[in-house]
């Protein structure tokens, strides 16, 4: 890459530099299915086509108007369901094997996030995207610790210009991977051919700046460019993947919306049709892929599809089915929850997969971050044959617990009033109680209906007037020493039905 390409990719960053302010979930499963945009919900179509005429098509961001085709939706096609990255290590700061292992799985969520809203719909032949980091482009080779004898290292370097407004802390020499490796330099010839095949090839840098901030970025077709201290916190799993899945965003041409509503630059008249009136493309707004920026992803697939000469669809080679079905009863060894990212869990004799983890008050009754090592479960669960993380978990029963002695509410009672349709849960004082909190399973989340009952109280009645022959689960917690035994709680539910 020359300098003046250099400057010119480093002026669109500092254009689409945006702040992504949002407390982040992890990651949100698709929960629609559609086969076509007949599907796609009545109350979506006016703002779809708002933003498709008005940013898409009038800025060009899907390369159609001008046949830049090179977008990750062209990128994806081409790989034959695969995405390539050379990540451009632009700091001083070292990197473990491990983290860079990691990395790259954090970015195959973060792409697969997008994609997985394709799977099954108007002709995309993949349920899931492979997403690779091919080498690694680094000044000082070993800031790269404990490398390994398979993984790329190119060690080019040349100048780079500090531009007004960056960071002076920004390194001033930078390592780039050769051009003829890249897809973003040779997409425009169709019949250009990589130096060992199509493996070989990069679609797009990863470029890990020092000095960049922690949560601003930019991206395009070219690649992302963020912080190396938050690639570092999406490897180590305390980064929150949102903002590398807005900028991801831009790859597949949707647009910023800084500006207001019905501006040139801005969002929708009326605003986006979801709870929250947010976009992840809207930065501060949305911590997640909505239901409308979804529908969106396939709206424009749905549009550019059938441009003439740009998909090649019947040589698209689609992946092999990628889920399998599991079912056990096995010992967990290790767990590691992380809250901002996929947790892993390892059982005795079948192995380690990975999960997205909630908190105990803020997920379904199917949640392994209720469970700790020692634990054994039976569990039948659909999962991932491409990187074994757990797609949906269809049963999950406690079959012995760990800590038989651990301290939890295990004698609640439950009284019934018929005339009131109340309840009235009684228990006995549990030693060392600071405080008490019921929670009820309610609309596939456990949500907190009496957060501090003092420690001299062990009862808890009911609201009035619940609905008759309405079941629900519910659960004692107990505070000790200053912590909150939730996972014991949610482990052992009542079911009670109303009366």
């Not at 490796?181 to 890990?208: C, I, V």
């Not at 901002?340 to 199917?366: E, L, Q, V």
């Not at 957060?451 to 079941?471: C, D, F």
């Given at each position: 890459?020359?300098i003046?390409?250099i400057a010119?990719?480093t002026?669109a960053?500092?254009?689409?530099m945006?702040?992504m302010?949002?407390q982040?979930?992890?990651f949100?499963?698709?929960?629609?299915s559609?086969?076509?945009?007949?599907?796609m919900p009545?109350?979506y179509?006016s703002a779809a086509?708002?933003?498709?005429q008005?940013r898409?098509?009038?800025?060009?961001s899907?390369?159609?108007q001008?046949r830049?085709w090179?977008?990750l939706?062209d990128?994806?096609?081409d790989?034959?369901?695969t995405l390539n990255?050379?990540v451009?290590?632009?700091?001083t700061?070292?990197?473990t094997?491990?983290q860079?292992?990691?990395?790259?799985?954090?970015l195959?969520?973060?792409?697969?996030?997008?994609?997985?809203w394709?799977?099954g719909?108007?002709e995309?032949?993949?349920q899931h995207?492979?997403?690779n980091?091919?080498g690694?482009?680094?000044?000082d080779?070993?800031?790269l610790l404990?490398?390994?004898p398979d993984?790329?290292v190119y060690t080019?370097?040349?100048?780079?210009?500090?531009?007004p407004?960056?960071?002076?802390?920004i390194?001033?020499?930078?390592?780039s991977?050769?051009s003829?490796?890249s897809r973003?330099d040779h997409?425009t010839?169709e019949?250009?051919q990589?130096?060992?095949?199509?493996?070989?090839r990069?679609?797009m840098?990863?470029?890990a700046?020092?000095?960049?901030?922690?949560i601003?970025?930019c991206?395009?077709d070219?690649?992302q460019?963020?912080?190396d201290?938050?690639?570092l916190g999406?490897?180590n799993g305390?980064?929150?993947?949102?903002v590398?899945?807005?900028?991801?965003g831009?790859?597949?041409?949707?647009?910023?919306f800084?500006?207001?509503e019905?501006?040139?630059?801005?969002?929708?008249?009326?605003?986006?049709p979801?709870?929250?009136?947010?976009?992840?493309m809207m930065a501060g707004s949305?911590?997640?892929i909505?239901d409308?920026?979804?529908?969106?992803?396939?709206y424009?697939?749905?549009?550019i599809?059938d441009?003439?000469?740009?998909?090649?669809?019947?040589n698209?080679?689609p992946s092999?089915?990628t889920?399998?079905?599991?079912?056990?009863?096995?010992k967990i060894?290790?767990?590691?929850?992380?809250?901002g990212?996929?947790?892993?869990i390892?059982f005795?004799?079948n192995?380690?997969?990975?999960f997205?983890a909630?908190g105990?008050?803020d997920?379904d009754s199917?949640?392994?971050a209720?469970?700790?090592?020692g634990d054994?479960?039976?569990i039948?669960f659909?999962?991932?044959?491409a990187d074994?993380?757990?797609?949906?978990i269809?049963?999950l029963q406690?079959?012995?617990n760990v800590?038989?002695?651990?301290?939890y509410v295990?004698?609640a009672?439950?009284?019934y009033?018929e005339?009131t349709?109340?309840?009235?849960?009684?228990?006995?004082?549990v030693?060392?109680?600071?405080?008490?909190?019921?929670?009820?399973?309610?609309?596939?989340?456990?949500r907190i209906?009496?957060p501090?009952i003092p420690a001299s109280t062990t009862?808890y009645t009911?609201?009035k007037?619940?609905a008759?022959?309405?079941?629900?689960?519910?659960?004692v917690?107990v505070k000790?020493?200053g912590e909150?035994?939730?996972?014991?709680?949610?482990k052992?539910?009542?079911?009670?039905?109303i009366?």
């Amino acid at each position: 890459m020359q300098i003046k390409k250099i400057a010119a990719l480093t002026a669109a960053a500092v254009m689409c530099m945006s702040t992504m302010a949002a407390q982040a979930a992890p990651f949100t499963a698709v929960t629609v299915s559609a086969e076509t945009i007949a599907d796609m919900p009545s109350k979506y179509q006016s703002a779809a086509d708002w933003i498709w005429q008005n940013r898409v098509v009038r800025e060009n961001s899907t390369g159609s108007q001008t046949r830049r085709w090179n977008s990750l939706f062209d990128q994806i096609i081409d790989g034959k369901g695969t995405l390539n990255y050379v990540v451009r290590w632009h700091s001083t700061k070292t990197i473990t094997y491990e983290q860079r292992r990691k990395l790259e799985t954090a970015l195959d969520d973060c792409v697969n996030a997008w994609t997985d809203w394709l799977v099954g719909y108007e002709e995309w032949p993949y349920q899931h995207v492979d997403v690779n980091i091919v080498g690694w482009a680094v000044a000082d080779k070993s800031l790269l610790l404990d490398l390994h004898p398979d993984e790329v290292v190119y060690t080019n370097t040349e100048q780079y210009v500090i531009q007004p407004g960056e960071s002076s802390q920004i390194p001033t020499v930078m390592a780039s991977a050769p051009s003829e490796l890249s897809r973003f330099d040779h997409f425009t010839d169709e019949n250009y051919q990589y130096p060992g095949g199509l493996d070989k090839r990069f679609d797009m840098y990863l470029w890990a700046t020092q000095g960049f901030p922690e949560i601003g970025g930019c991206g395009g077709d070219w690649g992302q460019r963020l912080g190396d201290s938050y690639y570092l916190g999406l490897a180590n799993g305390t980064a929150t993947p949102h903002v590398q899945i807005h900028e991801l965003g831009h790859g597949f041409g949707f647009t910023d919306f800084y500006g207001g509503e019905g501006a040139s630059d801005g969002f929708p008249p009326g605003g986006f049709p979801v709870e929250g009136g947010g976009s992840i493309m809207m930065a501060g707004s949305s911590s997640v892929i909505t239901d409308f920026d979804g529908w969106f992803m396939r709206y424009t697939w749905s549009k550019i599809k059938d441009e003439k000469g740009r998909f090649d669809l019947k040589n698209a080679q689609p992946s092999k089915p990628t889920t399998a079905t599991a079912e056990f009863t096995d010992k967990i060894t290790n767990i590691s929850v992380q809250s901002g990212g996929y947790s892993t869990i390892t059982f005795a004799d079948n192995g380690t997969y990975r999960f997205p983890a909630t908190g105990y008050f803020d997920s379904d009754s199917k949640n392994l971050a209720f469970y700790e090592a020692g634990d054994t479960v039976s569990i039948k669960f659909t999962y991932s044959t491409a990187d074994s993380e757990i797609k949906n978990i269809e049963s999950l029963q406690l079959i012995e617990n760990v800590h038989n002695d651990s301290v939890y509410v295990s004698d609640a009672r439950v009284e019934y009033s018929e005339a009131t349709h109340q309840v009235r849960l009684t228990w006995s004082p549990v030693e060392g109680a600071e405080k008490y909190a019921v929670a009820v399973y309610f609309s596939g989340k456990w949500r907190i209906y009496a957060p501090s009952i003092p420690a001299s109280t062990t009862s808890y009645t009911s609201p009035k007037n619940l609905a008759p022959n309405k079941s629900y689960k519910v659960a004692v917690a107990v505070k000790v020493n200053g912590e909150w035994n939730a996972a014991e709680a949610v482990k052992h539910p009542l079911t009670i039905t109303i009366r």
